[in-house]
């Protein structure tokens, strides 16, 4: 499809901050195609530490969240149309793509062209719209597929993150104060959403000890809200050559931490995509989440999966899968990736 004339141009997309960040290379896809539009995001606030306006987005318009769901009163909706309305969008692309609410926006927006996945009953909302892919599919691909399916061009579909200086900054003397080399440092982050979704402290622990005493390198524990004693009791089980990384008050400046690092290692999380948007090598261990649907982007990148199939499960089932995948193993893959950059 030939790219249509579009001088402002409407992106809707909110969620968690994996869902963010995975969506991230569309925006930017969009961006670097229409170099001189104004565009505006619908989002929640989580987005604007991504990409911080004048950075890709000019504008934000925020939706409230409670958990996975959105919190705002019908007042307020009526009011969000209302202020979308006013900026009279040429293209909206909704990159919502389950969401009958992110569809009817799409719709209320009053977008002269607007794209979206096909949604039952909902098909209506749309000028143009694509067919969901069936089966598995790679969540990055799911958001470019709809730019893309509109004349863009995507010279890169690695997600994105935007770093300030100090945010670089902040990294560069913690590094430099704890006599860290990016070289030899390999970052992990045990916390995840919650406790049935996270490997095991003591495996970490297990793995950091053979990481120092095999390959030579200091551990950085990485930690977000609620994770600190989590983070602590695996840098003090560990012992010497780990490193509490400091507290973090932004996303920015976790992405720099994590970007200081030769290697990261950790479950599906959301700091695992600021690892991938910040393109440090990444050692993903999946439990229950499927490597087709939610895998790092990029060949740098290596995934351990749960022997464990799970297509339907409960907390204890991902507890299970998690428990499955073996100290061994990770460090086997480990140092293969090690080895491979002592050949680059």
């Known amino acids: 499809m030939k790219l249509v004339p579009a001088e402002n141009i409407l992106i809707i997309k909110w969620g968690a901050l994996g869902d963010l960040i995975m969506a991230t290379s569309a925006i930017k896809a969009v961006r670097d195609n229409y170099p ?3 565009i505006t995001m619908l989002s929640n606030s989580i987005m604007k530490e991504l990409l911080p306006e004048g950075y890709i987005i000019n504008e934000y318009i925020f939706l409230n969240r409670s958990g996975r769901h959105v919190n705002e009163s019908f007042f307020n909706q009526l009011r969000m149309i209302r202020e979308l309305r006013k900026r009279k969008f040429d293209l909206v692309f909704n990159l919502k793509w389950k969401s009958e609410r992110a569809s009817v926006l799409t719709y209320l927006s009053g977008g002269k062209k607007r794209i979206g996945y096909n949604q039952k009953y909902f098909s209506f909302c749309y000028t143009d719209h694509i067919m969901h892919p069936e089966g598995r599919y790679q969540e990055v691909d799911r958001n470019l597929d709809i730019v893309r399916s509109f004349g863009i061009k995507v010279n890169d579909s690695n997600p994105v993150i935007f770093i300030s200086d100090e945010d670089k900054k902040f990294a560069d003397v913690f590094f430099l104060s704890r006599s860290l080399l990016k070289e030899n440092t390999i970052c992990i982050h045990p916390g995840a959403s919650k406790a049935s979704r996270a490997w095991l402290p003591e495996r970490y622990v297990e793995l950091s000890k053979k990481m120092i005493s095999e390959l030579g390198v200091k551990v950085l524990v990485t930690w977000g809200a609620n994770e600190l004693n989590l983070a602590k009791g695996i840098v003090e089980s560990i012992g010497a050559d780990a490193i509490l ?8 400046e976790l992405a720099a931490m994590i970007a200081h690092c030769k290697l990261y290692i950790s479950v599906c999380t959301g700091p695992m995509n600021v690892a991938n948007a910040v393109r440090t090598p990444i050692i993903a261990l999946l439990g229950s989440t499927d490597p087709l649907d939610w895998s790092p982007v990029g060949k ?13 499960y409960t907390d204890e089932d991902e507890r299970k899968a998690l428990d499955d995948i073996s100290v061994q193993s990770v460090v086997n893959v480990v140092k293969e990736k090690w080895n491979e950059f002592g050949k680059l």
């Open 300 to 312: 740098i990148h290596r995934t351990i999966k749960s022997p464990l199939v799970l297509e339907h």
């Open 245 to 252: 990384s400091p507290k973090t008050k932004s996303i920015a």
């Open 36 to 38: 001189n539009a104004k």
